[in-house]
T-cell receptor, first 113, second 111 residues
Framework: NAGVTQTPKFQVLKTGQSMTLQCAQDMNHNSMYWYRQDPGMGLRLIYYSASEGTTDKGEVPNGYNVSRLNKREFSLRLESAAPSQTSVYFC????????????FGSGTQLSVL | GNSVTQMEGPVTLSEEAFLTINCTYTATGYPSLFWYVQYPGEGLQLLLKATKADDKGSNKGFEATYRKETTSFHLEKGSVQVSDSAVYFCALKTGANNLFFGTGTRLTVIP
């Protein structure tokens, strides 16, 4: 019963470096999401994928790209990391689009120096 | 637009104390309301929900009532335990939009 698995759990980058955050779910969910969590800001939606083959921008998409590789996997890429992207990133999935019951991974703590 | 305002944390309580975490909202249309909980080192998980006015959501001893007249959805528990220490997020959803989360309130329960 793995649920939503994110890798890595921790990452430190230098400004300008690139990296990809990986996310996989084993619940056969159609929809997947990437959020960032910042102190005093709550969770903000970066991108989401309503179904395999589709992706859409959320509230704060600038500086990020996503790939819905298949039904299970949804990756988030930072092409040129900036200190403002220091945050905790959560991947989530749901059975269908705009569903209120989201299942979250345990998060990736990213620091950009 | 949509917004969720939660009481400022952190909140520290002794075991068996009564808990209230305030949440008020602004929304277009008629939102559904939710409480999510994030235990240390874990992702968020749905705690309870209410989909229309006067509904009461409940789970694990927690309750929240959807009050349309005061646009509130306060979380309550009669007797907290150390294991309830977590961050609690109020959230809303309107129509076909995605969930919109509040800033979270950290609760620490001490023995």
């Amino acid at each position: 019963n793995a649920g939503v698995t994110q890798t890595p759990k921790f990452q430190v980058l230098k400004t300008g470096q690139s990296m990809t955050l990986q996310c996989a779910q084993d619940m056969n969910h159609n929809s997947m999401y990437w959020y960032r969590q910042d102190p005093g800001m709550g969770l903000r939606l970066i991108y989401y994928s309503a179904s395999e083959g589709t992706t859409d921008k959320g509230e704060v998409p600038n500086g990020y790209n996503v790939s819905r590789l298949n039904k299970r996997e949804f990756s988030l890429r930072l092409e040129s990391a900036a200190p403002s992207q220091t945050s905790v990133y959560f991947c989530a999935s749901s059975q269908r689009s705009q569903n209120e019951k989201l299942f979250f991974g345990s998060g990736t703590q990213l620091s950009v120096l | 637009g949509n917004s969720v305002t939660q009481m400022e944390g952190p909140v520290t309580l002794s075991e068996e104390a009564f808990l209230t975490i305030n949440c008020t909202y602004t929304a277009t249309g008629y939102p559904s309301l939710f409480w999510y909980v994030q235990y240390p080192g874990e992702g968020l998980q749905l705690l309870l929900k209410a989909t229309k006015a006067d509904d009461k959501g409940s789970n694990k001893g927690f309750e929240a009532t959807y009050r349309k007249e005061t646009t509130s959805f306060h979380l309550e528990k009669g007797s907290v335990q150390v294991s309830d220490s977590a961050v609690y997020f109020c959230a809303l959803k309107t129509g076909a939009n995605n969930l919109f989360f509040g800033t979270g309130t950290r609760l620490t329960v001490i023995p």
